[in-house]
């Protein structure tokens, strides 16, 4: 009788290690045209292993085993400023539900560099500078007889 009374005390304790989590669910939109932003991400910061996922085709979002406690959590879209919430308090009696609405963002760009395209009749090996030209396509078709063939205009 005892061995039993000590076996039922040794699996109830382990029944309380279990830590509880629960289901974050939710859905994210443009800010301004409300609609649904399908492929956006979010992600449950600070928690090990990550916990994220992404939205369907209609912005809905399901986070499953989502530890209990408080929880922030960040969305992120191409071409949207990322957004990251306040605390919130995760209890396991009740199911949260989210909107998030994303702001449109820009992307910043360090530099675009712009170079001009070679001249058409310089010539292209830099060794031979006096005998050489280069011609164009358009003027294989203005040579007479040349009909696109750059070996006659050559001539």
């Known amino acids: 009788m005892t061995r039993l009374l000590l076996l039922l005390t040794f699996f109830a304790h382990l029944g309380f290690a279990q830590n509880p989590t629960q289901t ?12 649904p932003l399908p492929g956006a ?9 990550t916990i ?7 912005g809905v979002f399901e986070l499953k085993k989502v530890p209990t406690g ?7 879209f191409i071409g949207y400023q990322p957004f990251t919430s306040e605390d919130i308090i995760l209890l396991s009696t009740k199911e949260p539900y989210l909107e998030i609405e994303l702001s449109e963002g820009s992307i ?8 001009k395209k070679k001249n058409a009749f310089e010539p292209v090996n830099e ?11 358009d003027e ?6 040349g009909v696109n063939d750059p070996g006659r205009v050559a001539l």
Not at 41 to 49: D, E, F, K, Q
Not at 52 to 58: K, L, Q, Y
Not at 128 to 136: D, G, K
Not at 140 to 145: G, I, L, Q, S
Request: hydrophobic residues 40%; charged residues 25%; without cysteine.
């Open 52 to 58: 994220g996922v992404s939205t369907n085709e209609n």
């Open 41 to 49: 991400t979010i992600v449950v910061l600070n928690s090990t292993p």
């Open 108 to 115: 910043a760009v360090d530099e675009v560099v712009i170079r």
């Open 140 to 145: 294989t078709e203005r040579v007479a007889a």
């Open 70 to 76: 408080r929880v922030r959590l960040q969305s992120q």
């Open 127 to 137: 060794l031979s500078v006096v005998s050489t030209r280069s011609f164009t396509v």
């Open 24 to 35: 974050i669910r939710g859905v994210i939109r443009d800010k301004k045209t409300k609609q």
